[in-house]
């Protein structure tokens, strides 16, 4: 599973990348607002940091079908046809999908919220489709097993659209996607730094260093 960051601040993006083993970013309108910015130099230094092989989905902001497409095709001529075009699952979106499939434009669909919806989606030419796990949650259904349905249906199929979980509320529900065997997911930072802490992990490097130190001081290896 891949795991991309869904943010569009830049001094997050740079610290997760020099840390994490990340695949890309991902960001919507929401994330993009909160920046309060100019959006294509933002988009702009978003591609530089992380570079032209990662993977960079952006969401439009319409929601009418030629206007999403007008979007979709400003963005890959500003910025690369490497960029994955993130489209919401309605009516429009779905027209606007087979649209930029049409034109060879990568596509994710998102704010999934049904295994329909996801099939639609790559039926209709959509490279990945994004289920909002912990919203589904919220409302009282099961994230996880939408992602393990999806799965399902497009192993069923063999389709070769991807299953990108996103909105997530903790680690486990990114352990339960990873087992449902989604593609990818994308999470904030702050999940992100989440995965790696265990307090006993903590506990057994600060035991090595304690051991370490009473034979070898605090000479390194190379030292020695
Ligand atoms: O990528 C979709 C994601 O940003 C939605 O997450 O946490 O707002 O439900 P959330």
Same mark, same amino acid.
């Given at each position: 599973?891949?795991?991309?960051?869904?943010?569009?601040?830049?001094?997050q /993006?740079?610290?997760?990348?020099?840390?994490?083993?990340?695949?890309?970013?991902?960001?919507?309108?929401?994330?993009?607002?909160?920046?309060? @910015?100019?959006?294509?130099?933002?988009?702009?230094?978003?591609?530089?940091i992380?570079g /032209?092989?990662?993977d960079?989905?952006?969401?439009? !902001?319409?929601?009418?079908?030629?206007?999403?497409?007008?979007?979709?095709?400003?963005?890959?001529?500003?910025?690369?046809?490497?960029?994955?075009?993130?489209?919401? /699952? @309605?009516?429009?979106?779905?027209?606007?999908?087979?649209?930029?499939?049409?034109?060879?434009?990568? @596509?994710?669909?998102?704010?999934?919220?049904?295994?329909?919806?996801?099939?639609?989606?790559?039926?209709?030419?959509?490279?990945?489709?994004a289920?909002?796990?912990?919203?589904?949650?919220?409302?009282?259904?099961?994230?996880?097993?939408?992602?393990?349905?999806?799965?399902?249906?497009?192993?069923?199929?063999?389709?070769?659209?991807?299953?990108?979980?996103?909105?997530?509320?903790?680690?486990?529900?990114?352990?339960?996607?990873?087992?449902?065997?989604?593609?990818?997911? @994308?999470? !904030?930072?702050?999940l992100?730094?989440?995965?790696?802490?265990?307090?006993?992990?903590?506990?057994?490097?600060?035991?090595?260093?304690?051991?370490?130190?009473?034979?070898?001081?605090?000479?390194?290896?190379?030292?020695?």
């Amino acid at each position: 599973m891949l795991y991309l960051l869904d943010t569009a601040n830049l001094a997050q /993006i740079k610290k997760a990348f020099a840390i994490y083993p990340l695949k890309g970013v991902t960001t919507n309108p929401t994330l993009v607002s909160k920046e309060q @910015t100019d959006f294509m130099p933002l988009m702009k230094e978003i591609r530089q940091i992380i570079g /032209i092989d990662q993977d960079l989905h952006i969401q439009v !902001s319409s929601l009418e079908n030629e206007e999403m497409v007008k979007e979709a095709q400003y963005l890959v001529d500003a910025l690369d046809p490497n960029i994955y075009v993130k489209v919401p /699952i @309605t009516k429009e979106g779905l027209i606007a999908i087979r649209e930029l499939h049409k034109r060879g434009v990568k @596509t994710t669909a998102t704010a999934v919220f049904t295994g329909q919806q996801a099939l639609l989606a790559a039926r209709a030419g959509a490279d990945f489709v994004a289920p909002y796990i912990n919203r589904l949650n919220k409302m009282g259904g099961n994230g996880i097993a939408l992602v393990r349905e999806i799965v399902t249906l497009f192993e069923q199929y063999e389709l070769t659209t991807k299953v990108l979980g996103a909105s997530f509320g903790c680690s486990e529900q990114i352990q339960e996607t990873a087992l449902a065997k989604a593609h990818a997911i @994308t999470l !904030s930072p702050a999940l992100l730094e989440a995965l790696l802490l265990h307090p006993a992990t903590e506990q057994g490097v600060q035991k090595f260093k304690e051991d370490w130190e009473k034979i070898y001081g605090k000479r390194k290896i190379y030292e020695l």
